[in-house]
């Protein structure tokens, strides 16, 4: 289950860095309320992670989790580089984010 619970903190995480985006320094209530909804849900999730997964592993995956959703967020909503390179450093954060998995 704690597994799920870092999931579920990574796609929080996601939800405010890309809701940060449309709160206009947070000046629009709607997006503000999301992002601090979602910012508040992340760390709650990531607190039930850690009662099973060491904090190291459950604190590299949930911000590997934030990482590639934000950027994949990034490239779909808002047009940012879809270039190779920046593909291929992706690909490797979510290869380690597997590994620690694997080895945990």
Known sequence: MSWIYLAVAGAFEVVWVLGMKYTDGFTRIIPTLITIIGMVASVYFLHLAEREIPVG?????????????????GMYLFGESRDFIRLLFLA???GGIVGLKIST
């Open 92 to 94: 490797m954060i979510l």
């Open 57 to 73: 592993t459950a604190y590299a995956v949930w911000t590997g989790i934030g990482v590639i959703g934000s950027v994949i967020g």
